[in-house]
């Protein structure tokens, strides 16, 4: 599966950005997807992830209540919407997709398989 992450940008503290990520292939429905973030000299930072189904979504503490994971299937997408920003939220963000995944490593980067290619997103008055 290949994967596409769009929708990043500039964003003042407490406003609101949409990030979309689109999946190529018929079998999209299949994979648990996540988002991840990174920052200069760091390693991939988890933010959320939606299982294949979208019965469960799983944040980090520090988005939790700020940002929203889901998906459409039948559009081969999963968005993720953030709301009330923060400067520490900028970061490049990436998402990442696996078939394979289950629940207690689903916060790991190296437990995914396929990657976007990551958007920008500013934080910043």
């Known amino acids: 599966v290949q994967l596409q992450a769009s929708g990043g940008g500039l964003a003042q503290p407490g406003g609101s950005l949409r990030l979309s990520c689109t999946a190529s292939?018929?079998?999209?429905?299949?994979?648990?997807v996540g988002w991840f973030r990174q920052t200069p000299g760091k390693e991939h930072d988890f933010v959320a992830a939606?299982?294949?189904?979208?019965?469960?979504?799983y944040y980090a503490d520090s988005v939790k209540g700020r940002f929203t994971i889901s998906r459409d299937n039948v559009k081969n997408t999963v968005y993720l919407q953030m709301n009330s920003l923060k400067p520490e939220d900028t970061a490049v963000y990436y998402c990442?997709?696996?078939?394979?995944?289950?629940?207690?490593?689903?916060?790991?980067?190296?437990?995914?398989?396929?990657w976007g290619q990551g958007t920008q997103v500013t934080v910043s008055s």
């Open positions: 990442a997709a696996s078939r394979t995944l289950i629940t207690s490593s689903i916060r790991q980067s190296n437990q995914y398989h396929y």
């Open positions: 292939g018929r079998t999209f429905s299949t994979y648990s």
């Open positions: 939606i299982k294949s189904n979208g019965g469960h979504q």
